[in-house]
Every structure is written in C-alpha cells, then in structure tokens.
Nanobody, 111 residues
Framework: QVHLVESGGGLVQAGGSLRLSCVIS????????MEWYRQAPGKQREWVGV???????NYADSVRGRFTISRDNAKNTVYLQMNNLKAEDTAVYYC?????WGQGTQVTVSS
C-alpha cells in the first residue's frame, strides 16, 4: 500500500515562493514516476507536472518556467518548488503515484 504525505503549503504573497514536499512510503516497486496536481475551488483537478524515476520532468504550460519538480530518492521525497506565485496558483496541491493520492496541502496566494 502506497502512502503519500504532502506538506509545505501556506499563505504567500504574489511573487513569492513555496516548496512543497511529498513523502512516499510503501509499495514503491516498479515505476517511480510521480505527478503533482492541483484543484482550485469550484474547478476540476488540474495536472501540474511530472518527474520520472530518472529525473525527467514536464510541466503544464501554466506553470512552466515558474515551478520545478525534483526528487531525493534517498529520502523518498519529491518536491515542487514554486516561484513567482500568482493568485491563480491558489489551490490544494496533491502528489500522485500510480493510482495513489496524498491528502493535499493548501496553497493560498494573496494578490
């Protein structure tokens, strides 16, 4: 059973930065690909980006150039570095591995 726990969310002013973490435990054999999603109030869950087991990344157009995904395999942790945050980045952020989701962490950007 895979267990994912996100942390690092909070309130930040527009233009600021946050780094989210996602700690993975259990059942991580096979694909090491991890994804980040977000869901704003009243909107569908939106894909943010992905990192493969060997560190290849890809991002949604809305965050490319501002967000960076990285991983520390020794710590079983994936990170989402978010820079130049905008009000429209306000959402609950989730990490995903295979069919498993974390509980989410709230990011609020004040304008």
């Amino acid at each position: 059973q895979v267990h994912l726990v996100e942390s690092g969310g909070g309130l930040v002013q527009a233009g600021g930065s946050l780094r989210l973490s996602c700690v993975i435990s259990g059942g991580t054999e096979g694909s090491k690909t991890m994804e980040w999603y977000r869901q704003a109030p009243g909107k569908q869950r939106e894909w943010v980006g992905v990192i493969t087991g060997v560190g290849v990344t890809n991002y949604a157009d809305s965050v490319r150039g501002r967000f960076t995904i990285s991983r520390d395999n020794a710590k079983n942790t994936v990170y989402l570095q978010m820079n130049n945050l905008k009000a429209e980045d306000t959402a609950v952020y989730y990490c995903k591995h295979r069919d498993f989701w974390g509980q989410g962490t709230q990011v609020t950007v004040s304008s």
